[in-house]
C-alpha cells in the first residue's frame, strides 16, 4: 500500500554561534535516505518499539550518524526532543559498548539516546546487552544488519526496511530467506498484535516522504 505524508520535510531555524545570523536547516534531505529512515523511525517510534533493517554495517552506522544529526538540529532550534530519547547513561548496553568502542563513537552516541546499533562483527558482549536492552524496551529503536534475524524474538511494532543492496557494484542483494526472516519478526503472537513493514521513499516535488 502506498501511504503518503507520512512525514515532512522539517526546517530548522537557529542562531550560528559563530556568525551571530540566523541558519536555515532542512531535514530530511530528499536525496539521502538514511536521514528520510531516521525521521520516519523517530516518529513512528511514538506507537512502540522499531526495528531499521541495513543490508550493511556501514550503512547501519550512517542510520545512527542521522539520528544523532537530527537531534542536534532538535537542541540548536531549542525544539525538545521526545522523552523517549532523552540522554541515559544507566543502560547495560551503554556500559558493555564503552569496553570496546571510543565515547565519542557512534554506537555509544546513539546508545546515550536509547538507540541500538547491531551488526555481526561487533563484540557478542555488547551485541548480546542490545539485544537484551531492546527486548526489555529500555532501547527504542533498533538499527539492525541480519544478524537480528537468526533467532531472536523481540516485541517489534513497525520495520523500516533501509536497504536490500548489499554491494552496488555486483548487483548482490539480501538473500530471501534473510529477508523474510526480518519481515517476520513485526508483530510476532505474544509480542505484538499487528506490525508494519515500511519502505520508504522522498518526493522531490512535494518534500515529503511516502
Keep these: 500500500a502506498f501511504v503518503p505524508k507520512i512525514i515532512e520535510q522539517q526546517k530548522f531555524q537557529y542562531t550560528s554561534p559563530s556568525s551571530k545570523r540566523i541558519k536555515t536547516e532542512f531535514f530530511p534531505d530528499i536525496s539521502n535516505n538514511s536521514q528520510t529512515t ?4 523517530y516518529k513512528l517510534s511514538d506507537e512502540g ?11 547501519a552506522v550512517s542510520v545512527g550518524k542521522q ?5 542536534e538540529l532538535y537542541e540548536k532550534a531549542n525544539l525538545e526532543v521526545t522523552s523517549s530519547f532523552k540522554k541515559d547513561e544507566n543502560l547495560e548496553s551503554l556500559y558493555m559498548a564503552t569496553r570496546w568502542f571510543a565515547t565519542d563513537s557512534t554506537v555509544v552516541k546513539c546508545l546515550e539516546r536509547r538507540i541500538g546499533i547491531h551488526y555481526g ?3 557478542e558482549s555488547v551485541r548480546k546487552s542490545i539485544e537484551t536492552d531492546f527486548k526489555n524496551e529500555e532501547l527504542k529503536i533498533l538499527i539492525s544488519t541480519n544478524t537480528i534475524g537468526q533467532g531472536v524474538n523481540f516485541p517489534i511494532k513497525n520495520i523500516i526496511i533501509h536497504s536490500l543492496l548489499r554491494n552496488p557494484k555486483t548487483k548482490n542483494y539480501v538473500d530471501i530467506n534473510d529477508f523474510w526472516n526480518i519481515v517476520g519478526r513485526a508483530g510476532r503472537a505474544s509480542q505484538e498484535t499487528e506490525g508494519q513493514i515500511i519502505f520508504p521513499r522522498m518526493s522531490r516535488v512535494h518534500r515529503q516522504s511516502t
Excluded: T
Design 38 to 41: 531516521a525521521m520516519l523511525a
Design 49 to 59: 518499539n522499531c526495528l531499521v533493517f541495513c543490508s550493511r554495517p556501514d550503512w
Design 67 to 71: 539520528f544523532l544529526d537530527l537531534f
Design 121 to 123: 562483527n561487533m563484540p
